[in-house]
């Protein structure tokens, strides 16, 4: 609120009409425990607790799982999750390759910039294996297009 008040007075008035007609503000008293303030929040922050209290949240998620399920037989089995660059398909990146070559020829880059080729190479090619990325097999995408060449 002090950062509005701070604004010229049209502009205040401007931002707090655009607040109320679009947002339900409500005012609410504070918890008897105050486990939920800013202060003890930041306080929990500081001490390293990262974990919600055990009686917080969705009943049968445990904290740190990614299962929900009341079971007890149901173990702490984490997702591998990679989120590293997906390779193109070979066909894709050879139209891609012929598409940007051919603007290359088109239009040659200026001398000391780079060619488009280049860029996407740079870009777009992954340099190295790792283990970061997906695989191809692990996410059935449809086959590409000519549209995904253009986008590309």
């Not at 409500?26 to 425990?33: A, L, M, Y």
């Not at 105050?34 to 209290?53: K, N």
């Not at 299962?67 to 999750?81: K, Y």
Request: hydrophobic content about 35%; charged content about 30%.
């Amino acid at each position: 609120m002090q950062f509005l008040e701070g604004l010229p007075p049209e502009l205040y008035k401007l931002l707090i009409a655009i607040v109320d007609n679009n947002l339900d503000l409500r005012q609410v008293d504070r918890t008897s425990d105050d486990r939920y303030s800013f202060a003890s929040v930041i306080l929990r922050a500081a001490e390293g607790q990262d974990m919600p209290d055990e009686d917080e949240g969705i009943p049968g998620h445990r904290p740190g799982n990614a299962i929900s399920s009341t079971d007890p037989n149901v173990g702490n089995n984490l997702a591998n999750l990679r989120l590293g660059k997906m390779p193109m398909e070979k066909e894709l990146e050879e139209d891609v390759r012929a598409e940007v070559t051919d603007i290359d020829i088109s239009m040659p880059p200026a001398s000391g910039e780079p060619s488009l080729l280049e860029t996407h190479e740079r870009i777009n090619i992954k340099q190295e294996e790792e283990d970061e990325g997906p695989n191809r097999a692990e996410i059935p995408f449809p086959p590409s297009t000519a549209r995904d060449v253009v986008m590309e």
